[in-house]
Nanobody
């Protein structure tokens, strides 16, 4: 059974920070490209941050570059999204996804509908 479980979302003030976690089970991160996506109310889902299976390549949406960082801990089989300098427009449900075929660029900027594994999401609200 392939599974991803997100955690770490919550309410934070503008300018604050959160770290999201994505725990993988049933497969190893070493063989899957990983990505974080988000969907705000009334808006389309968008790629936020993606990482290659090797961990050697990353890709970020322009809106979060220099503020968000994707990383992983192979020993814990967990991917993280460190979010700093949060803005109200970052408010969304954040999802973790995994795929063995998709390149890092395709994962973040292509059609994400058919990625192999998805988590259920964790909600992030940035509000003062």
């Amino acid at each position: 059974q392939l599974q991803l479980v997100e955690s770490g979302g919550g309410l934070v003030q503008p300018g604050g920070s959160l770290r999201l976690s994505c725990a993988a089970s049933g497969f190893s991160l070493e063989f899957y490209a990983m990505g974080w996506f988000r969907q705000a109310p009334g808006k389309e889902r968008e790629g936020v941050a993606c990482m290659s299976a090797s961990g050697g390549s990353t890709n970020y949406a322009d809106s979060v570059k220099d503020r968000f960082t994707i990383s992983r801990d192979i020993a814990k089989n967990t991917v993280y999204l460190q979010m700093n300098s949060l803005k109200p427009e970052d408010t969304a449900v954040y999802y973790c996804a995994a795929d063995t075929i998709t390149t890092v660029q395709e994962m973040c900027h292509g059609d994400s509908r058919y990625l192999e594994v998805w988590g259920r999401g964790t909600s992030v609200t940035v509000f003062s």
